[in-house]
């Protein structure tokens, strides 16, 4: 009796539940509707007037973030407005498709470059050869028998140097030849713009090149190549500094001589290293306008005894103006500023330690030190070079020993052996020498089918 009086009273629970179910009906209806209607009204509102802001552009719709259009107070001149249809027709046009993409590594330096063989490594070209005398490799000439080399990333990117003092004498194969008819560059000068044009366009004369990325002779990497070039490839932005100085050392030097074409709203601050795609590239070769504004009014020693110094604000006032949606506002390259000087924090060498690079390589944030004492950051992927005076090349150029100085970036990127066969078997200061008579096809066979690599250390240990 008590189950099927509880079963009677849970047909009276249900009945009830859906009586009162049935009344509301008309009312919930009616509720999303009008929620429906907001939304609707919302979205097209969204729709029909974009937001200005480039984060929230990408909430609604990527592909009408390029579409915003950045309009000037005042009408614009006939020179800003056949500028503004020319980087219109550039970044309308679809970037040419290229079979083997590849990264032009532009080089900015007074003479030589320090860390040249660091980038060679960099850039992982081996060679496997056997390690003879003349005699021996005349006899593999004759034989027929030539040196195998294997190539690394050859293919993927190409070298520029400009040089604005000496030229440099190149010891790493992908630096010989590469050197640009070069001119003289003065610090805070339009030549250091003039330069950075310059290697743009030799650089663009490669079909192939996609990404530019501007370095100095103190910059080192801090990834492997294969980890940069999917992280530049698979973007389609330009990683070009970019934030608001509202201090004497920012917007403190804009000159309203720049009028009508820059307004000080739109009068930017960075870094003048970058990473730009081809897209980019195009438009700062094609721009002249922007350019003689900078060359006249942005230089030291100006009226009121104020500098200013056009690397560290043309490009990024231009793109803040033209195509400010397409650049990240922060670059790739880890530079230091926390010592308040006029020059990044100069890295010696007991500072160089692993946790130092583990460090810089793990940073999210793009700070930047403003110059009315205010900072502030954005968040931002890791690094993938790093803009020093001496970050290695004091510790290691002493022993000559690119293999520590790789070991130090990359310690579990390395193999531990060498392509390349030494014979130390014979217990001598040098290695084995390979005479004519030597070099038959069964040593090569058993050069070439060794599996392991054999260490003979100096307290007679194998």
Same mark, same amino acid.
């Given at each position: 009796?008590?189950?099927?009086?509880?079963?009677?009273?849970?047909?009276?629970?249900?009945?009830?539940?859906?009586?009162?179910?049935?009344?509301?009906?008309?009312?919930?209806?009616?509720?999303?509707?009008?929620?429906?209607?907001?939304?609707?009204?919302?979205?097209?509102?969204?729709?029909?007037?974009?937001?200005?802001? %480039?984060?929230?552009?990408?909430?609604? $719709?990527?592909?009408?973030?390029?579409?915003?259009?950045?309009?000037?107070?005042?009408?614009?001149?006939?020179?800003?407005?056949?500028?503004?249809?020319?980087?219109?027709?550039?970044?309308?046009?679809?970037?040419?498709? $290229?079979?083997?993409?590849?990264?032009?590594?532009?080089?900015?330096?007074?003479?030589?470059?320090?860390?040249?063989?660091?980038?060679?490594?960099?850039?992982?070209?081996?060679?496997?050869?056997?390690?003879?005398? /003349?005699?021996?490799?005349?006899?593999?000439?004759?034989?027929?028998?030539?040196?195998?080399?294997?190539?690394?990333?050859?293919?993927?990117?190409?070298?520029?140097?400009? %040089?604005?003092? +000496?030229?440099?004498?190149?010891?790493?194969?992908?630096?010989?030849?590469?050197?640009?008819?070069?001119?003289?560059?003065?610090?805070?000068?339009?030549?250091?713009?003039?330069?950075?044009?310059?290697?743009?366009?030799?650089?663009?004369?490669?079909? !192939?090149?996609?990404?530019?990325?501007?370095?100095?002779?103190?910059?080192?990497?801090?990834?492997?190549?294969?980890?940069?070039?999917?992280?530049?490839?698979?973007?389609?932005?330009?990683?070009?500094?970019?934030?608001?100085?509202?201090?004497?050392?920012?917007?403190?030097?804009?000159?309203?001589?720049?009028?009508?074409?820059?307004?000080?709203? *739109?009068?930017?601050?960075?870094?003048?290293?970058?990473?730009?795609? /081809?897209?980019?590239?195009?438009?700062?070769?094609?721009?002249?306008?922007?350019?003689?504004?900078?060359?006249?009014?942005?230089?030291?020693?100006?009226?009121?005894?104020?500098?200013?110094?056009? !690397?560290?604000?043309?490009?990024?006032?231009?793109?803040?103006?033209?195509?400010?949606?397409?650049?990240?506002?922060?670059?790739? #390259?880890?530079?230091?500023?926390?010592?308040?000087?006029?020059?990044?924090?100069?890295? /010696?060498?007991?500072?160089?330690?692993?946790?130092?690079?583990?460090?810089? #390589?793990?940073?999210?944030? %793009?700070?930047?030190?403003?110059?009315?004492?205010?900072?502030?950051?954005?968040?931002?992927?890791?690094?993938?070079?790093?803009?020093?005076?001496?970050? *290695?090349?004091?510790?290691?150029?002493?022993?000559?020993?690119?293999?520590?100085?790789?070991?130090?970036?990359?310690?579990?990127?390395?193999?531990?052996?060498?392509?390349?066969?030494?014979?130390?078997?014979?217990?001598?200061?040098?290695?084995?020498?390979?005479?004519?008579?030597?070099?038959?096809?069964?040593?090569?066979?058993?050069?070439?089918?060794?599996?392991?690599?054999?260490?003979?250390?100096? !307290? +007679?240990?194998?």
């Amino acid at each position: 009796m008590k189950t099927v009086r509880a079963w009677h009273l849970g047909l009276r629970d249900i009945m009830i539940m859906s009586w009162s179910r049935k009344r509301s009906h008309l009312k919930r209806p009616k509720r999303i509707v009008l929620l429906v209607s907001l939304v609707s009204i919302f979205l097209l509102g969204a729709y029909v007037y974009p937001p200005r802001s %480039s984060v929230t552009c990408y909430v609604f $719709s990527s592909a009408r973030c390029g579409m915003l259009e950045q309009h000037p107070s005042t009408e614009l001149t006939d020179e800003e407005f056949a500028a503004r249809v020319v980087f219109k027709e550039i970044l309308n046009t679809p970037p040419v498709e $290229s079979r083997k993409p590849k990264i032009a590594f532009m080089f900015l330096t007074p003479d030589s470059l320090p860390f040249e063989m660091l980038w060679d490594n960099f850039q992982q070209i081996y060679f496997i050869c056997v390690f003879g005398h /003349r005699v021996a490799y005349a006899a593999l000439k004759k034989r027929e028998m030539h040196c195998k080399h294997e190539i690394g990333h050859e293919n993927r990117f190409t070298v520029y140097v400009h %040089s604005s003092k +000496e030229k440099p004498v190149h010891v790493s194969p992908h630096f010989i030849g590469r050197d640009i008819l070069s001119d003289k560059v003065v610090w805070g000068e339009i030549s250091m713009v003039d330069a950075e044009k310059r290697l743009l366009a030799n650089a663009l004369t490669d079909p !192939d090149n996609q990404q530019f990325v501007l370095l100095s002779d103190s910059c080192v990497p801090l990834h492997s190549f294969k980890y940069v070039y999917h992280y530049l490839m698979f973007t389609n932005v330009s990683f070009i500094d970019c934030f608001v100085d509202p201090g004497p050392y920012g917007t403190g030097r804009y000159a309203e001589h720049m009028l009508p074409e820059v307004e000080e709203k *739109y009068f930017r601050k960075a870094s003048q290293w970058f990473s730009m795609k /081809r897209q980019h590239a195009l438009m700062v070769l094609t721009d002249s306008l922007y350019y003689q504004k900078f060359r006249l009014y942005c230089r030291p020693n100006m009226e009121h005894k104020r500098n200013c110094y056009a !690397d560290e604000h043309y490009l990024p006032t231009l793109f803040n103006m033209i195509d400010p949606t397409g650049i990240a506002n922060w670059s790739v #390259t880890h530079v230091d500023w926390s010592e308040g000087k006029w020059h990044p924090k100069t890295y /010696r060498a007991p500072d160089v330690t692993y946790e130092l690079l583990k460090n810089i #390589t793990s940073f999210d944030e %793009s700070i930047h030190v403003t110059s009315d004492e205010k900072w502030f950051s954005m968040k931002r992927q890791h690094a993938l070079m790093v803009l020093t005076d001496s970050l *290695y090349y004091q510790k290691f150029r002493l022993y000559c020993r690119s293999d520590l100085a790789l070991h130090s970036v990359f310690p579990t990127g390395i193999a531990n052996w060498s392509v390349t066969h030494v014979d130390w078997s014979e217990g001598k200061w040098h290695p084995k020498t390979y005479r004519a008579p030597d070099v038959t096809y069964e040593l090569l066979k058993n050069i070439t089918s060794f599996d392991e690599s054999i260490h003979v250390t100096s !307290d +007679e240990k194998v």
